[in-house]
Nanobody, 126 residues
Framework: QVQLVESGGGLVQAGGSLRLSCAASGRTFSSYAMGWFRQAPGKEREFVAAISWSGGNTYYADSVKGRFTISRDNAKNTVYLQMNSLKPEDTAVYYC???????????????????WGQGTQVTVSS
């Protein structure tokens, strides 16, 4: 069982930065790949970024590549999403999730993830 709690969301102007954190409970955090997803009003939840259990491999949606960076600290049971050059279209509720597998092709699909946080709101004003 893994419990996830996101933090770090807020209101920021376009071009600004935010860093989201996702703190995990449980001693098996390091055995999970972790992902970030987001859901904008009226839209389906979409993949943003993922990181392998070791942190050695990262994956990004094309819409955030070059602007967002996912990282993890297994000693702190925490995964991060550094978001730079934010755009109004990045406005959404951001969720972190834990994936117990290690197949890179599965990272992009929310069905692969067993545990989810409650989400944190990110609002980017123009």
């Amino acid at each position: 069982q893994v419990q996830l709690v996101e933090s770090g969301g807020g209101l920021v102007q376009a071009g600004g930065s935010l860093r989201l954190s996702c703190a995990a409970s449980g001693r098996t955090f390091s055995s999970y790949a972790m992902g970030w997803f987001r859901q904008a009003p009226g839209k389906e939840r979409e993949f943003v970024a993922a990181i392998s259990w070791s942190g050695g491999n990262t994956y990004y949606a094309d819409s955030v590549k070059g602007r967002f960076t996912i990282s993890r600290d297994n000693a702190k049971n925490t995964v991060y999403l550094q978001m730079n050059s934010l755009k109004p279209e990045d406005t959404a509720v951001y969720y972190c999730a834990a994936y117990p597998g290690d197949y890179s092709g599965s990272y992009y699909y929310e069905e692969s993830y067993d545990y989810w946080g409650q989400g944190t709101q990110v609002t980017v004003s123009s």
